[in-house]
């Protein structure tokens, strides 16, 4: 990418809480600041529970934002907005979920269900013009015209989500949401939609956050990728640069943790194993919320929370192995 | 290595909506002492039916038993009564799933739950049940047994409901242990703990594990041999060396060859094309036919023979035989010195 890039979205110090109960709040986005860039494939990793879906989720809308802003094209998403900018700006950004099944009307046929957004966006003049989009939409994705008048229950795991993204790209919108949208499928299958991604996004320019807990496959896809841990930003870097020189020790053990389809390597590997598991986001661990099963963290790490910073080009970590101001107390 | 189990021929198959489902087609595999055999492949292909059968859990009807035998410590499962069954359950050969909260009793503490087979199959008293339940709580690594023991498992957290199953499977000290798909549901930082802990137990009671997974990565890393399942069939197996790196079947290198390889730059992946069979209505021949780019006239109506490519690889397929053109495997499943960092 050049370094004429465009900022399609800026994220800054975005939070989402839920209230629990009266006395409790839980803290799933809670202060996570990137921009993403026209174009390119923002990558975001973490373990179940880490926050991504609500992350992508407040992005789009669909959530409010407890605190911070999302800038969409340098609009604020979540500013007040008329019944038509608000049409709008769902055109231009759309969702698609890890459970292609949850989200496809049951009782719509295939063709009804593309056709959907084409219909509240009026974007078909008439009936044979819309005919004719979902049958061009069918064939992007790699099904055919028959296929439009069948029910979702008649197709595969993978054919839904070959559904489910002709429905999104429907409306012809600028950036997409794709959360976990390869986790529910078999490898070979899941081969074939990330195939169809990559190939959408050239031929339509289409910019995607990709979420997905599996770091190979989000590796492959991301020209940069985000890793989350408990609600924070734990490190940003490009997808070879992350993989090649992890900072953020949180990044090292989960890359280490995948096992590798080479027995040769597994067999010799040494492994960074983290202890335990994730605390609860309602009493999140103070200072770093990772220290609890760093093998890194000293008495700093529970007092002051790092600061995300730009320790190398384009590479960001919060952690203070790092910052030159804790040199001394994290050399212990 | 003596053989522990002998599955030959095994045939099973579910009657839905008339139609049979042919689930588990004819398959023959065994399983040595102290190893762990890995059985791979897409979902819907047979795996979990084939270990239900290993322990008569394959709910019949709709299930039936076509053919084929289970032999076991030199007797054949499949004969057994179900009284028969209930003392191997558990003593002798022991499962734990995917999912953890589908197994685990909820109304019942987690100490409850590992005494019930100690008392029923080692006759410990109540008291001499609970102890041993704490030893096994500290030896899956699940901290505080003590206090553990008492709680009921939505008390605990994924990973240590996986813990405690294993911790109940192991109880009796069973010969053979099988784990469909037991780290699926987890993150990887507690997938890589499960693997881990279950090669530890293995090493330290010599149980012999059956591991159902459709990861590569895991099978690498936790087998040592692979047994590759399609459309009800096993089409190859072989050691897990001989599966990786010298596979023969293009099922196998299509799945390989699907996988991203986090050392590679962005290259298209080489996706298998189509969908897996209709097991109500498998192809006659090969079941992987219809996607194989390899396929051949004789692929759609006969089922080829097993080659035998080494005294551990056997593989079924037609490009094998002596009239078939010679085909290379692709680049793209080509496995070997995948750089590490991190
Ligand atoms: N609607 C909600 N109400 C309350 N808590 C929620 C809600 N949605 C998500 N959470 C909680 O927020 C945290 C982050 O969830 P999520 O964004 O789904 O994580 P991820 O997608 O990374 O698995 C979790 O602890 C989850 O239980
Ligand atoms: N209880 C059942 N009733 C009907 N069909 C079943 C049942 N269990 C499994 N099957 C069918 O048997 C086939 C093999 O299933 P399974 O062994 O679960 O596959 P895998 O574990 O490899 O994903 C599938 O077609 C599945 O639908
Ligand atoms: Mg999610
Ligand atoms: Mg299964």
Redesign the pocket.
């Known amino acids: 990418m050049a370094e004429t890039r465009e900022k399609l979205l800026e994220i800054k110090n975005l939070k989402k809480h839920f209230r629990i109960d009266r006395k409790h709040t839980l803290r799933a986005v809670d202060g996570i600041s990137f921009d993403i860039y026209r174009g390119e494939t923002f990558g975001l990793v973490g373990e179940s529970g880490c926050g991504k879906s609500t992350a992508g989720r407040t992005i789009l809308r669909l959530y409010d934002a407890s605190d911070g802003e999302v800038k969409f094209h340098g609009e604020n998403v979540h500013a007040r907005k008329s019944k038509k900018e608000l049409k709008s700006f769902t055109r231009s950004m759309q969702m698609i979920f890890q459970d292609p099944y949850a989200s496809l009307n049951p009782r719509m046929t295939v063709k009804d269900i593309i056709a959907e957004g084409i219909d509240i966006h009026g974007l078909a003049k008439n009936k044979k013009e819309r005919t004719e989009r979902v049958n061009s939409l069918l064939k992007t994705v790699g099904l055919n015209t028959e296929h439009g008048n069948r029910y979702p229950h008649e197709f595969s795991g993978g054919q839904r989500q070959r559904i489910g993204i002709a429905r999104a790209l429907a409306v012809d919108p600028d950036f997409i949401v794709a959360d976990e949208p390869i986790s529910a499928l078999d490898v070979s299958i899941q081969a074939q939609v990330v195939n169809l991604l990559k190939r959408l996004q050239k031929d339509h320019g289409l910019t995607y956050l990709f979420i997905a807990h599996d770091l190979s496959m989000v590796k492959h896809i991301s020209d940069r990728v985000g890793v989350m841990y408990l609600g924070n930003m734990a490190e940003i870097a490009t997808s070879k640069e992350l993989y090649e020189n992890p900072m953020h020790p949180y990044t090292q053990a989960l890359l280490s943790a995948i096992p590798l389809a080479d027995p040769e390597v597994e067999r010799t590997r040494e492994r960074i194993i983290v202890e335990g598991d994730v605390p609860s986001p309602i009493s999140p661990p103070s200072g770093c919320r990772f220290r609890t099963r760093c093998p890194f963290a000293t008495d700093i790490c529970a007092k002051v929370v790092p600061e995300f910073q730009e320790y190398k080009k384009e590479h960001w970590v919060a952690c203070h192995l790092y910052d030159e101001r804790y040199a001394d107390q994290m050399k212990q | 290595m003596k053989k522990l189990l002998e599955v030959k021929d095994l045939s099973i198959s579910?009657d839905?909506y008339g139609a049979e489902?042919q689930?588990?087609r004819n398959i023959s595999f065994h399983l040595d002492e102290k190893e762990t055999l890995a059985i791979v492949?897409?979902?819907?292909?047979?795996?979990?039916?084939?270990?239900?059968s290993l322990m008569r859990l394959?709910?019949m009807p709709?299930?039936k038993f076509v053919g084929g035998s289970i032999i076991f410590d030199g007797e054949d499962i499949t004969q057994k009564s179900e009284k028969q069954m209930e003392s191997i359950r558990g003593k002798d050969i022991s499962m734990i799933f995917q999912d953890p909260m589908t197994s685990l009793n909820p109304t019942m503490t987690v100490g409850k739950q590992i005494a019930e087979g100690l008392i029923k199959h080692q006759n410990l008293s109540k008291k001499a049940a609970h102890d041993r339940g704490v030893e096994l709580l500290k030896l899956v690594g699940i901290p505080n047994p003590e206090a553990r023991i008492k709680q009921y498992p939505h008390q605990y957290s994924g990973g240590m409901r996986q813990r405690a199953m294993i911790a109940i499977a192991l109880a009796c000290n069973p010969k053979i242990l099988i784990a469909?798909?037991p780290t699926t549901a987890l993150d990887v930082t507690i997938q890589a703990q499960i693997l881990d802990l279950m090669r530890e137990l293995q090493d330290k009671t010599g149980t012999a594990i059956i591991l159902?997974t459709?990861d590569l990565g895991v099978v690498a890393n936790a087998a040592s041999r692979v047994a590759v399942?399609y459309g009800?069939k096993i089409v190859e197996t072989g050691t897990v060396d001989e599966i990786f790196y010298n596979p023969k079947h293009p099922y196998t290198w299509g799945l390989l060859g699907s996988m991203p390889k986090l050392d590679a730059e962005g290259e298209e992946l080489q996706a298998i094309p189509g969908s897996p069979p209709d097991?109500a209505d498998p192809p006659k021949g090969c079941p992987f036919v219809t996607r194989c780019p390899y396929a051949m006239k004789v692929c759609e109506q006969h089922m080829p023979d097993y080659k035998e490519l080494s005294s551990t690889q056997k593989t079924a397929c037609w490009l094998l035989d002596e009239r078939a053109p010679d085909v290379e495997p692709p680049e793209s499943a080509i496995v070997g010195g995948t750089e590490v960092h991190g």
């Open positions: 579910f839905t489902v689930a588990v492949g897409e979902s819907g292909s047979g795996k979990s039916v084939t270990a239900q394959v709910p709709p299930g469909d798909e159902i459709h399942m009800g097991l």
